[in-house]
């Protein structure tokens, strides 16, 4: 019986792979089937920095939320932090000493942050330090022993010493006790002392329990343990043991085996209340702003919001006691944890609940879950810090380098940058004499290239200078100017006149990347500055730096022709279907259709199939020879890597070439060269053949072997065909904004633009157009209005910022039934608005006095004698009629505002003026105005447009120049703009300047 629908059986990663084995590869949601990681390389599970193949930050590091990094040091105890302002790691001070003592560490494992708190894993000290992440105050230290506790750390469960029980939450023990719910319980509070049993059946649940209570009942409870066997069966008949404590049991321990077993007891029963031994705290993690806190001994996860102070047990499975070494959370909130026994590592996980869910051995399966961190270890336990996590301001976490490509290749691209103007100043010159001689002698090829860009005028002087007629001084300015306007006209550096130069490698590395904006004027002047080594002073900031780190934190250089280190990726790797059942006796398969997410140099993907009529296991199927298999498609990766233009998903079309079976089966063998790997995102297989061969006399298929070939003959043509017809049927979805497909180079969604007249950037990836694509209909009813414009400026914002328009609160404020007002940004004002004239028929706007102040010559300020000529106020304005200014100034004009933190940088701004060009009516003018967080009475004072309450400022008297930065944006930094010196005023008023006037100690910068 033929099925109707479906026709074809799907595989991918959301609708499942349908996965029967899969040997030395990874099968993700997302990433598809890959090669799995080598198991000796960066990207096991068992890696040697810690990051569980990549998934999260090495060990000893944490990013906090502002985007600074911290390290934590593992053999010798010590934190760092990350300082924007000199591009180096700062040991904290008052933390981090070797030690016992509050703020010392033994064997730390791991840092984490969230918010404000710092966590340190403090293993060796068997306890948790948790720090506010700015003052370093400590907030709170967890652990599971006496403060008095001097010994070694314990590795193994049972070492026979007797050590008292804790109790981990004594309100709720309390509470079980004097419920006697359980026979144990009621066994338990039938053992107390009277006095103890009073402060028992006396706590309020309410109240903390006292110190009283706590002390009376360790006690009782430490002599129940000692004394008494707590095991029967009456007692622990609904309580699930563990099957080594039910092992011991069998034994009717004696001594001390009978109080081991009465500690176990109680652990199991109790596990959210009652320890008997140390804890053993070897890891700390993150996310979403929740702690995560792994206790190795016990196979315990706690979790802890800040602000809270106790944290409270997630996942509890004493049969994983000293089995866990790692803790990870994803997206979700489910938790990873790292088991390691015999050299094989793998992942177990649970759900938020700690309800255990599945186990995987590949990272690769899971990759899709985590958001890929954006810094690495190499093999030589180096990393590269992202530019855009070195700024002083402005830090944005980037997306995560390839992990197959090498540190090595990344290193030269990471350029610290300078933290004051590239441009030379007289404060730069060491002995100016000695390169003025140079200069004026042209000995070599730069003094020659040099000397002819000079102007006229500095070699006028330096030939004044030369006869003693000028002072070295007078020729220094000269000089300084016309070296400063090389350094800002273009690229210095040619192969000829430089060659001579021992240049560092990184300004070799910095010539190969060809900068240009401020990187150029850099470039340039170390350029000049190894030319002339003894006339210039060599500051650290004029020095280029890579960002890249050892894992102590100190700068270190990378050759770039050094070994790339060891593979990422195994070398070959198989993987196999499970049945896809036609439910059609003898069916001949049609078509297979495999799209290819990546197909690196060097790569290769072999598609082969197996058909049967009879239904085999999957172990009969991974055993088949290679010759029952029929090798449809070879899929080989190209020559040289492609361009970034060219780097889209490969899709491929080829004929089943098994013969007929009910039953298919898929092999996928994937090889690659071991730093990349080929991905398949998709397989869908189509069935039955139907072939053109039908439509042939019945002569052509009367012969075995000619139908065979006749089929596959007449498939290359149906191929083709099918494809028309099946866009002639789908024609509908091109016209679809949110259906059409991108295309390769997104031509089909430009088509679609063109016919709405839709002009789309170049610059914006294939979701970004389609954004204002599925907008368009809402938009062009209203286009010449405010709405209209606002609803196209928000899609160019989503494209900017990634806030939808409802991130944007843009929430229509209903007044009388009707949409009349608009709340958050972007805000348009007409012109006519901001202008409120007396009114006669409006009350409040009648009285003079009450209404909007009358027009005067200060708004625009224009310079008119005897009218308005106030020095300081008048602007000169050569144009247009005065009289009539009130009506230039306003009519056919608006502002648009927005948060300043929305467009960043002039490419931002840039495309928001694109966009308000094109959809403002043509007859009007705009003003865009980037607000920044802040309240100026008179100044920038209106509530809902330009006012915005935000952080206390951290003012700075310089502020580096950023050519790449939006030139709309308010200026930061600036004395008498948004910086005042306050300190001890006069009776007069002002800042005096004395000797007590000391910035940083008895005067603020606000």
């Avoid at 090495?58 to 040091?73: E, V």
Wanted: aromatic content about 8%.
């Amino acid at each position: 019986m033929r099925p109707s629908e479906p026709t074809s059986w799907l595989l991918n990663g959301h609708i499942g792979w349908r996965t029967a084995t899969a040997d030395r590869v990874s099968v993700g949601a997302d990433a598809g089937i890959r090669l799995a990681a080598d198991p000796a390389g960066p990207l096991a599970l068992a890696s040697a920095d810690g990051s569980l193949g990549g998934l999260t930050l090495p060990r000893g590091m944490a990013l906090d939320d502002s985007g600074i990094l911290y390290l934590l040091g593992l053999d010798e105890p010590w934190i760092k932090r990350f300082d924007p302002a000199t591009h180096s790691f700062v040991l904290l001070p008052t933390i981090g000493a070797q030690g016992q003592e509050i703020r010392q560490f033994r064997q730390p494992r791991n840092i984490a942050i969230a918010g404000r708190n710092l966590y340190v894993a403090d293993t060796g000290n068997r306890r948790v330090q948790v720090f506010d992440r700015d003052s370093l105050n400590l907030r709170h230290v967890w652990q599971l022993k006496e403060d008095t506790y001097q010994g070694e750390p314990i590795s193994d469960l049972d070492t026979g010493k007797v050590s008292h029980i804790f109790l981990l939450e004594l309100g709720d023990f309390a509470v079980r006790l004097r419920r006697r719910l359980r026979p144990l319980a009621d066994y338990i509070s039938s053992q107390l002392a009277p006095e103890t049993r009073q402060l028992v059946d006396t706590y309020d649940p309410s109240q903390p329990p006292s110190a009283e209570l706590r002390a009376m009942l360790t006690e009782d409870m430490d002599r129940l343990v000692r004394d008494v066997s707590l095991y029967t069966e009456e007692r622990f008949r609904t309580m699930r043991l563990t099957i080594e404590t039910r092992k011991l049991i069998e034994q009717n321990p004696q001594g001390d085996d009978r109080l081991r077993l009465n500690k176990r007891l109680l652990e199991e029963a109790y596990p959210n209340e009652i320890a008997t031994r140390l804890w053993y705290p070897v890891d700390v993690t993150t996310q979403a702003g929740v702690a995560y806190l792994l206790d190795r001994r016990y196979g315990r996860v706690y979790r802890h919001n800040p602000g809270a102070d106790p944290h409270k047990l997630v996942v509890n499975r004493p049969n994983a006691a000293n089995r866990w070494s790692r803790v990870l959370v994803d997206r979700q909130g489910d938790i990873y944890l790292l088991g390691e026994a015999d050299g094989t590592a793998w992942i177990e996980i649970y759900d938020q609940n700690g309800r255990y869910q599945r186990k995987v051995v590949d990272a690769g399966n899971i990759r899709d879950q985590f958001d890929a961190p954006p810094i690495r270890l190499d093999h030589k336990q180096r990393f590269c810090l992202p530019a855009s996590l070195a700024r002083l301001c402005d830090r944005r976490v980037p997306a995560a380098p390839p992990p197959e490509k090498p540190l090595v290749l990344c290193a030269p691209t990471q350029m610290s940058p300078v933290t004051h103007s590239p441009l030379l100043s007289t404060a730069d010159f060491a002995n100016l004499p000695d390169m003025v001689v140079r200069l004026t002698q042209r000995s070599d090829p730069v003094s020659r290239y040099l000397y002819g860009r000079l102007s006229a005028g500095t070699l006028k002087r330096l030939e004044q200078y030369k006869r003693a007629s000028l002072s070295l001084a007078e020729l220094e300015r000269a000089l300084l100017d016309d070296l400063n306007c090389m350094l800002q006209a273009g690229p210095l550096y040619t192969e000829p006149v430089f060659a001579q130069l021992d240049l560092t490698d990184a300004v070799r590395a910095l010539i190969a990347q060809k900068p240009h904006g401020t990187a150029l004027i850099r470039l340039n002047r170390l350029l000049i500055e190894a030319a002339y080594p003894g006339a210039f002073k060599h500051h650290e900031t004029s020095t280029l730096k890579t960002l890249t780190f050892s894992r102590a934190g100190q700068h270190v250089a990378v050759n770039p022709t050094e070994p790339s280190g060891p593979y990422v990726y195994v070398r070959e790797g198989f993987w196999f279907s499970q049945e896809l059942d036609s439910q059609i006796y003898g069916c001949q398969w049609r078509r297979i259709e495999l799209d290819l997410l990546d197909l690196p140099v060097g790569s290769q993907v072999v598609v082969s199939t197996y058909t049967d009529s009879q239904l085999r296991s999957a172990d009969d199927i991974a055993r088949l020879p290679d010759h029952l298999w029929n090798t449809s498609y070879v899929i080989s990766g190209p020559m040289q890597a492609p361009s970034q233009l060219d780097a889209s998903p490969q899709h491929d079309e080829f004929l089943v070439q098994s013969r007929e079976g009910q039953y298919l089966w898929l092999k996928l063998r994937l090889t690659g060269e071991g730093y990349a790997t080929p991905a398949a995102g998709s397989l869908r297989v189509t069935y039955p053949r139907e072939s053109y061969l039908t439509y042939l006399p019945a002569v052509y298929a009367a012969d075995d072997e000619s139908r065979w070939f006749l089929e596959r003959f007449l498939s290359i043509f149906q191929t083709e065909w099918d494809e028309l017809e099946r866009r002639i049927e789908d024609i509908a979805i091109y016209f679809d904004p949110q259906a059409v497909p991108a295309g390769e180079q997104g031509e089909f969604l430009a088509y679609l633009a063109s016919l709405l007249a839709l002009p789309l950037e170049g610059s914006w990836n294939n979701e970004q157009k389609r954004n204002l694509l599925k907008a368009t209909p809402r938009i062009y009813p209203q286009r010449g209005t405010i709405n209209g414009l606002r609803a196209y400026l928000q899609v160019y914002l989503q494209n900017i910022t990634g806030l939808t328009p409802s991130d944007q609160q843009m929430m229509p404020v209903e007044h009388s039934g009707e949409l009349q007002d608009w709340r958050g940004y972007p805000q348009i004002v007409e012109g006519f608005r901001e202008r409120q004239r007396l009114l006669l028929s409006v009350a409040e706007l009648a009285d003079l006095g009450q209404g909007a102040p009358l027009w005067g010559a200060g708004r625009l300020g224009r310079l008119q004698l005897d009218v308005y000529a106030r020095e300081g106020e008048v602007r000169l304005v050569s144009t247009g009629d005065p009289e009539r200014d009130v009506f230039h100034e306003y009519a056919h004009r608006f502002r648009v505002f927005l948060p300043g933190a929305w467009v960043r940088t002039a490419d931002a701004e840039r495309m928001v003026r694109r966009a308000l060009d094109s959809e403002k009516p043509a007859h009007t003018r705009y003003d865009l105005c980037l607000v920044e967080p802040r309240f100026r009475v008179g100044v920038q004072s209106t509530v809902g447009l330009d006012t915005i309450i935000g952080g206390y400022p951290v003012a700075r008297l310089a502020r580096q120049y950023d050519d790449e930065e939006a030139p709309s944006r308010m200026p930061r930094n600036c004395l008498g703009y948004d910086t005042i010196l306050a300190g001890r005023t006069t009776g007069a008023g002002g800042l005096p300047i004395t000797a007590h006037t000391r910035v940083g100690i008895d005067t603020l910068l606000t």
